[in-house]
């Protein structure tokens, strides 16, 4: 069974960093294309950044190209969201999810709340 464990959420003043940190049971997790999503109260939940297998492509939504970075360690199982000038719009829970053509799981969330 895979488990999908993020961590590193927490409150940041506007123009403040967070890393967040997305841990994958298995081994499999070279094999997994994984990705970031967020909801806000009252919001549908919307994708922010996606990496895939092999060469790594990513992925990112318009509203935070510039100022997130994906990327991923294989060898730890570990993919991470890198944020940077954070606006109190990324106000949100963040979630991450492992795609395999066997497997789909998501993690249970962690908040991120961007305010002075």
């Known amino acids: 069974q895979v488990q999908v464990v993020e961590s590193g959420g927490g409150l940041v003043q506007p123009g403040g960093s967070l890393r967040l940190s997305c841990v994958v049971s298995?081994?499999?997790?070279?094999?997994?294309?994984m990705g970031w999503y967020r909801q806000a109260p009252g919001k549908q939940r919307e994708l922010v950044a996606t990496?895939?297998?092999?060469?790594?492509?990513?992925t990112y939504a318009d509203s935070v190209r510039g100022r997130f970075l994906i990327s991923r360690d294989n060898a730890k199982n570990t993919v991470l969201l890198q944020m940077d000038s954070l606006k109190p719009e990324d106000t949100a829970v963040y979630y991450c999810?492992?795609?395999?053509?066997?497997?789909?799981?998501w993690g249970q969330g962690t908040q991120v709340t961007v305010s002075s």
């Open positions: 298995g081994s499999g997790f070279r094999f997994s294309a």
């Open positions: 990496i895939t297998t092999g060469i790594s492509i990513t």
């Open positions: 999810n492992s795609v395999t053509p066997a497997n789909v799981a």
